[in-house]
């Protein structure tokens, strides 16, 4: 036997950085929770905490003052967050979310403007693509931006803008030349003190609650000229890019509130009584949690594969990034359900939290692309050969 055998086996500072973050987690995040979600507040509490240890952006490169840390590392942050709490765990992913076009394509100077901030924790980040009227058909979208003289205007409306009332700059997609089509639509940094820009109410959700997710109005939106990302028209190719970059941090998430829904159930069924015996006696118990637990084990060396393997560049990331989140955020609305479940009548109350991941849960099987469309881009990659 080769002890030292090191394939499928993540690095002591990955092990590390999840024993840093649980017990981050735990000790500063876990116990605002529930009532982030009952009052439907931002979580300052998770902010503070995670900048203050360094790890609300933890993907920024060095070189802009930032951790550096890999694809894979990310991840097990936003997983060991959502463990505790979804709503917290989408401070680092959205900032990655956010910024991951700009790290791919923006120039260096602004790179240089906008990620030395995400990484001190001085500011956050959002991603605006999604509009009413094009959602999953994201290519369809109406906000244009123009130019004058030496700036762009913007005009139009975004929706379901995670965190858009907290964030101090937005990547911003937009038509600039109409007739083009998806080769037609750029992407820009805006800023939340850009002239122009307005924030919208707060939608009313079913989980997430302590992350406000909100639309976004562009009113003759003034934005400098060198806020533009990449060249005109790459806006589209951008953010499908940053897709596959991001939708394994969904996965993690998924498999974060997966995990906290099964540690609560084992703890739960173990010192629960009926019929004279613990319910964790009971074979039928015990076939649940084994499915459970087989799923979430499945889920997470998915979601790190597909970590892996955009870190290292590879090509074709669109099958595994989506399968990655399209298979996670299925085990979540499995596991949490069962969960619920395995509690009994506590489970739908919200005096245990796993009625909340549950809610919760629900989310990452539809945002950064539905796992309908996850399926789609799957079965393109596949009959692409």
Known sequence: MNTGFETYQLAEEHEALREAVRALSEKEIAPHAAEVDEQERYPYEALDALVRSGFSA????????????DSVATCIVIEEVARVCASSSLIPAVNKLGTMPI?????????????PA???????????????????????????????GDNWVLNGTKCWITNGSESTWFTV????????????????????????????????????????TVEL???????????????????????????????????????????????ASVE?????????????DFQGVQFMLADMAMKIEAARHMVYVSAARAERGEGNLGFISAAAKCYASDVAMEVTTDAV???????YTRDFPVERMMRDAKITQIYEGTNQIQRMVMARSLLKG
């Open 118 to 148: 995400i990484a001190s924790g001085e500011a956050t980040a959002s991603y605006a693509l999604s509009e009413r009227e094009a959602g999953s058909d994201a290519a369809s979208m109406k906000t244009r931006a123009k130019r004058d």
């Open 341 to 347: 479940q395995l509690f009994g009548g506590a489970g």
């Open 58 to 69: 933890v993907h920024v490169p060095e070189e802009y003052g930032g951790q550096g840390a």
């Open 103 to 115: 790290l791919l394509s923006a120039s260096e100077d602004l790179k240089q403007q906008v990620m």
């Open 217 to 263: 109005y562009f009113e003759d939106c003034t934005i400098p000229g060198d806020r533009i990302i990449g060249d005109e028209g790459t806006g589209f190719k951008t953010a499908l890019r940053t897709l596959d970059h991001t939708r394994p941090t969904i996965g993690a998430q998924a498999l974060g509130i997966a995990q906290g829904a099964l540690d």
């Open 268 to 280: 739960y069924v173990k010192d629960r009584k009926q019929f004279g015996q613990a319910v964790a």
């Open 173 to 212: 997609m937009a038509v600039t030349d109409p007739d083009k089509g998806s080769n037609g639509i750029s992407a820009f940094a805006v800023h939340k003190d850009d002239p122009g820009f307005v924030v919208g109410p707060k939608e009313k959700k079913l989980g997430i609650k302590g992350s406000p």
